[in-house]
Nanobody, 126 residues
Framework: QVQLAESGGGLVQAGGSLRLSCAAS????????MGWFRQAPGKGREFVGT??????????YYAGSVKGRFTISRDNAKNTVYLQMNSLKPEDTAVYYC?????????????????WGQGTQVTVSS
């Protein structure tokens, strides 16, 4: 059973930055792809980015709305994956979730992922 816990959310002004953390219950990054999603009030869960690692390659893929502003990285020693968010906009306001799933083609849909954290709120003021 994989357990995930997000942290790092908060209130930030437009143009600011936040770094979200997702702590995993064990060394899962060699087995699972990791994804970040977000959900704004009254909307469905939206894909933000996904990353999968092999012994030699790191593959990342981002939604068009965040590409160039958000970056996913990891710290193996801490079993933690990060979402660095820069140049934040009010439309980035949402609850952000990290997720883990066995790698398959795509990995952009919530149904591609098996394990989820509880979410962390990000609010961007204008």
């Amino acid at each position: 059973q994989v357990q995930l816990a997000e942290s790092g959310g908060g209130l930030v002004q437009a143009g600011g930055s936040l770094r979200l953390s997702c702590a995993a219950s064990g060394s899962i990054f060699n087995t699972y792809a990791m994804g970040w999603f977000r959900q704004a009030p009254g909307k469905g869960r939206e894909f933000v980015g996904t990353v999968r690692w092999s012994s030699t390659i790191t593959n990342t893929y981002y939604a068009g709305s965040v590409k160039g502003r958000f970056t996913i990285s990891r710290d193996n020693a801490k079993n933690t994956v990060y979402l660095q968010m820069n140049s934040l906009k009010p439309e980035d306001t949402a609850v952000y979730y990290c997720a883990a799933g066995l790698p398959t083609a795509g990995m952009t849909m919530p149904s591609d992922f098996d394990y989820w954290g509880q979410g962390t709120q990000v609010t961007v003021s204008s």
